[in-house]
C-alpha cells in the first residue's frame, strides 16, 4: 500500500459542530503532516508528528487539535471552527521526520474540502 | 525568510507544446527542491525531487533543472497533452529549517 487516505472528502459543519478528520498511511512512515490550503494558494503547514509526538504545530488556533493515535494514524478534531477556516486540508507523511540536515519526500493525501457555515 | 515565486500564474498552451514552467527563491542555501502536481479539488502528486548538489531531473516528459547560485528552478513538459492540466507547485526545504516553502504555482491549460 502507497498511498495516504483521507476521510471523508467532502464536510461542511456548522461553527457549533464538533468533528474530524481522519488520515491513514500502511507505508511505515514516522512522520505525518497536516496542511491547510485554501483557494489557488499554497499549502500552509499546520502540524507534523514524528514518532507519533508532535515535533511541530504552526501557532494554529485551539479550535484545531490533532492527534497520532498511532503510527499509522492521524486525526484532526475540529470545534468551533469559523467561515474562514473552510479550506482543503491535506494529509501527508513521510518515511523520517524532516529536520534541517535531512529530507524526505512527503506523499500527500487527497484531501479533505472543509466547509463551515 | 525564504521567498518562491513562480512565473506565470497561468499558462494556456495547444496541446503538443513544449512548455517550461519557472520557479525562483530568494535563499539559496537549500537543501532541495521539489515540483509538485495538483488536480482540482485534490492532493499534491510529488513529480520531481532535486537535491542541491544535483542539476537536473528526468522522468518521462518532464525534466526538471536547477540552479541554486541563481536561485532559480526549471521544469520543462515536453509534447504536453490535456491531460497535463494541473496546477504546478514548487517547494524548496532549506538547510536552515524542517519545513517546505512552496510558491503559489502555474496553473496549467493544455488544450486539444
Known amino acids: 500500500d502507497t498511498e495516504v487516505t483521507q476521510t471523508p472528502k467532502h464536510l461542511v459543519m456548522g461553527m457549533t459542530n464538533k468533528k474530524s478528520l481522519k488520515c491513514e498511511q500502511h507505508?511505515?512512515?514516522?512522520?505525518m503532516y497536516w496542511y491547510k490550503q485554501k483557494a489557488k494558494k499554497p499549502p500552509e503547514l499546520m502540524f507534523v508528528y514524528s514518532y507519533e509526538k508532535l515535533s511541530i504545530n504552526e501557532s494554529v488556533p485551539s479550535r484545531f487539535s490533532p492527534e497520532c493515535p498511532n503510527s499509522s494514524l492521524l486525526n484532526l478534531h475540529l470545534h468551533a471552527l469559523q467561515p474562514e477556516d473552510s479550506a482543503l486540508y491535506l494529509c501527508?507523511?513521510?518515511?523520517?521526520?524532516?529536520?534541517?540536515?535531512?529530507?524526505?519526500?512527503?506523499?500527500f493525501g487527497p484531501g479533505t474540502r472543509l466547509t463551515v457555515l | 525568510k525564504q521567498e518562491v515565486t513562480q512565473i506565470p500564474a497561468a499558462l494556456s498552451v495547444p496541446e503538443g507544446e513544449n512548455l517550461v514552467l519557472n520557479c525562483s527563491f530568494t535563499d539559496s542555501a537549500i537543501y532541495n527542491l521539489q515540483w509538485f502536481r495538483q488536480d482540482p479539488g485534490k492532493g499534491l502528486t510529488s513529480l520531481l525531487l532535486i537535491q542541491s548538489s544535483q542539476r537536473e531531473q528526468t522522468s518521462g516528459r518532464l525534466n526538471a533543472s536547477l540552479d541554486k547560485s541563481s536561485g532559480r528552478s526549471t521544469l520543462y513538459i515536453a509534447a504536453s497533452q490535456p491531460g497535463d492540466s494541473a496546477t504546478y507547485l514548487c517547494?524548496?526545504?532549506?538547510?536552515?529549517?524542517?519545513?517546505?516553502?512552496f510558491g503559489e504555482g502555474t496553473q496549467l491549460t493544455v488544450n486539444p
Open positions: 507505508m511505515g512512515h514516522r512522520a
Open positions: 501527508a507523511s513521510s518515511q523520517e521526520p524532516p529536520t534541517a540536515w535531512s529530507y524526505n519526500e512527503q506523499f
Open positions: 517547494a524548496v526545504k532549506e538547510t536552515s529549517g524542517s519545513r517546505l516553502t
